[in-house]
């Protein structure tokens, strides 16, 4: 096996993009608590252009696309319109340390601006929900009681249990390692923060090697768990928002149901369009294919909101990320004789010399030879 191509070099002005909508509460927007939900897009594999992502974290993508179809629908009737905002952020650079969620947080916090971060009630990051039979809720600190965040999560464990008896959905808490590289959950870059954040994810433990691998190609991912999931994540954060806590005598509510419900196909063309090419970050440039189809979705779910794309680039003195070109390498296989042919056909070539030489040295007893053999032939006749 032969690889050929030219050396990889540092890509310059590498840039990470990321995609934000939201929908605006009933009541004045800069003094509403917001809910945030997030998933990053890109994928990561030991080949770049092998890294599909079907489930890590194509799936997430595909959830909050959902989430947002489905409660754009119930705020765009300000009868049915929450006292919360809802930000929906699909980030880019997950796979390189969330990256792309860093910057947009500093960002967001460092803005004059904007203020809806700094009145974030409770952050849902999704990552890797469509397949297993669990769905776990990791968090950097166990949320207390009679705050948002133990709220929202109390409701989808009860909707869980209600709707999913035989569903495994707990809690995972697990303290960030500030002495470690790499973050294992993108929540920890809000927890790190101070913002109340949670993942949910049907990987127990972060060192799953599926979220890692060019193996995620679609064939671990199933619609219909995927489809479950953004059920209980929907039905448990609805609660939350109309309270209509799962305590009372509302515990068989169900709102996303009939023409309201979770649409399977539409989960199954997200997943199939994200898990039919690459995603690998440095191939997520903000006039990407993947991109503005990501970003044209997020129009049709806000239509009278605002959807912008927010680019980040690398400090150049000090970067945090760098990206490289050369992702597509040629490799050529050749099919040569076995080892056992060469010792064969050196052994036969050792024998045939071998003939040449004996023929050479003796040739005047072989040459007396054959002049014998002559005479007596022509004596018979």
Known sequence: MVVSGSQSKPVKDGTITSIQGMLKGKGIEDQLPT??????????????????????????????????????KLYSNSKTQAKYNLLFLLSGGGKFNYQGTKRWIEDSLESTETTFLSEVSHVLCLDSIGSGNGLFMHVSKPPKERTVPHSILQEIIAV????????????????????????????????????????????????????????????????????????????????????????????????????????????????????????????MTKDSPVVNTLYAGMEKMFPNDVVTKITVKADKREPEFIFYDGMTMKMNAYNVKPAVFDLFLAAAIGCYIGIVYLVVQKFPALFSLMQQYSSVKVKHQ
């Open 35 to 72: 809910i945030a939900i997030v998933a990053h897009y890109d994928s990561y594999g030991v080949a770049p252009y092998l890294a599909h992502g079907a489930d890590s974290n194509g799936s997430g993508v595909a959830a909050l696309l959902e989430l947002a179809r489905l409660f754009s």
């Open 160 to 283: 869980s249990k209600a709707l999913y008896p035989e569903l495994n959905t707990s809690m995972i808490h697990k303290k960030i390692n500030l002495a470690d590289d790499f973050l294992t959950w993108e929540h920890e870059r809000f927890s790190m923060r101070r913002l109340p954040a949670m993942t949910l994810s049907h990987f127990a433990s972060y060192v799953d090697p599926l979220r890692n691998s060019i193996l995620d190609d679609g064939t671990t991912l199933d619609v219909s768990v995927l489809a479950r999931n953004v059920k209980i994540i929907a039905e448990g954060l609805a609660r939350h928002l109309y309270g209509l806590s799962s305590s009372s005598s509302n515990q068989s509510l169900e709102i996303f149901t009939d023409l309201m419900a979770v649409s399977e196909p539409s989960l199954k063309s997200w997943t199939t369009f994200l898990s039919s090419q690459s995603r690998a970050a440095q191939l």
